[in-house]
């Protein structure tokens, strides 16, 4: 599967900022999906996006699928010391090949 | 609760030797899925099956197998013929295939030692 190319690779956080991550791929994706995963878990999917343009939030989450169909990108506002972790980004391409590509992650810390 | 069960959560291999990862899900879901994630990698795709008795391989599948003769259990065996198999071994499932949205097991470690 094709890797998505995941920006930043890692990020500190104090509590209170906003944050922003987003992906981007030279091909065209179907579907947007952001996973969390905590140390030594499984991903958790955060947010799924359908449709280009679509803008989706999930409680101080928002994540947008990109007009162009090759890009997307998450925000976390107000964060707090439990959204450390590592954000993926995945794509699933369009017709016939329903597998999912993944980001290389986003590791969020907090500022110490 | 329905969800996926991994097991064993930690496993030490000699070189040499096959392990077998157990992953079952209650989910009623149809396909699932094996990835490998490294440090600082995205997640690649070993296996994946649709149905049962069916699986295809994935982007990485060269050193293990797999078998899918129940709707609930899809094992992973790591093979000797795998070269470099310590890593977090990461099972999911989806309603279907052409779901991307996947229901990820708490993982396995395997390290060789």
């Known amino acids: 599967g094709q890797q998505l190319n995941q920006s930043p690779q890692s990020m500190f956080i104090q509590e209170g900022e906003d944050v922003s991550m987003n992906c981007t791929s030279s091909?065209?994706?179907?579907?947007w999906l952001w996973y969390k995963q905590d140390p030594g878990e499984g991903p958790v999917l955060l947010i799924a996006l359908y449709k280009a343009g679509e803008l989706t939030s999930n409680g101080r989450l928002t994540a947008q699928f990109g007009i162009t169909r090759k890009d997307s990108f998450l925000n976390i506002s107000a964060s707090i010391p439990s959204d450390v972790g590592i954000y993926f980004c995945?794509?699933?391409?369009?017709?016939?090949?329903?597998?999912?590509?993944f980001g290389a992650g986003t590791t969020v810390t907090v500022r110490a | 609760d329905g969800g996926i069960t991994q097991s064993p959560k930690y496993l030490f291999r000699k070189e040499g030797q096959n392990v077998t990862l157990s992953c079952e899900q209650n989910?009623?879901?149809?396909?699932m899925y094996w990835y490998r994630q490294d440090p600082g990698q995205g997640l690649r795709l070993i296996y994946y099956?649709?149905?049962?008795?069916?699986?295809q391989k994935g982007d990485i599948a060269e050193g293990y197998s797999v078998s899918r003769e129940k709707k609930e259990s899809f094992p992973l065996t790591v093979t000797s013929a795998q070269k470099n198999p310590t890593a977090f071994y990461l099972c999911?499932?989806?309603?279907?295939?052409?779901?991307?949205?996947?229901?990820f097991g708490e993982g396995s470690r395997l390290t060789v030692l």
């Open positions: 995945a794509g699933q391409r369009p017709i016939n090949d329903y597998k999912l590509s």
């Open positions: 091909s065209i994706f179907n579907t």
């Open positions: 099956s649709q149905i049962v008795n069916d699986f």
């Open positions: 999911a499932s989806s309603i279907r295939e052409s779901a991307g949205e996947l229901f």
């Open positions: 989910l009623n879901h149809d396909a």
